[in-house]
């Protein structure tokens, strides 16, 4: 029997090498489930992963994440924030003084609970409004 421990790894090292063979700098990922907020680095395949997921005592079936070129990583001023186990972000220096975030996020299925939707939706609104007014 396997060590369930082992499994993110290998998960991640697969996504890893297949973003590698697409030449992809950077992608936002959905259902990654570890649990809390982390990153984990992809040696082989040049990437490294960020996470943001429930805590570790909550059932997993969300999680949000970014699949980073680590020599991308490295040279980020910001690291990707996670913000709940649906959102997470990552702040992009364009040129001078500028910015681009781009969000990963999973939104709630239609058969989530109404108020599981309601709060989603006003975190994601909370967070533009947030970088709207910088």
């Known amino acids: 029997m396997q060590d369930s421990e082992d499994r993110p790894q290998r ?3 697969l996504v890893a090498r297949e973003l590698a063979r697409l030449d992809i700098d950077i992608a936002a990922l959905s259902e990654v489930r570890f649990a809390e907020q982390g990153s984990l680095r992809e040696d082989g395949a040049g990437y490294t992963l ?3 997921g429930k805590n570790k005592d909550e059932r997993r079936l969300s999680g949000v994440g970014f699949m980073i070129k680590t020599s991308i990583a490295r040279k980020l001023q910001n690291l990707p ?3 709940s186990d649906r959102i997470m972000s990552l702040r992009l220096p364009i040129q001078d003084n500028k910015f681009a ?4 996020v999973y939104a709630p299925t239609l058969q989530a609970e109404t108020g599981v939707k309601e709060a989603f939706y006003c975190d994601l609104h ?3 409004q947030q970088d709207d007014s910088k």
Do not use: K
Request: aromatic share 12%; hydrophobic share 50%.
């Open 50 to 52: 960020f996470w943001s």
């Open 126 to 128: 909370n967070l533009l």
């Open 11 to 13: 998960r991640s090292a």
């Open 101 to 104: 975030t781009v969000l990963s």
């Open 81 to 83: 924030v996670g913000h």
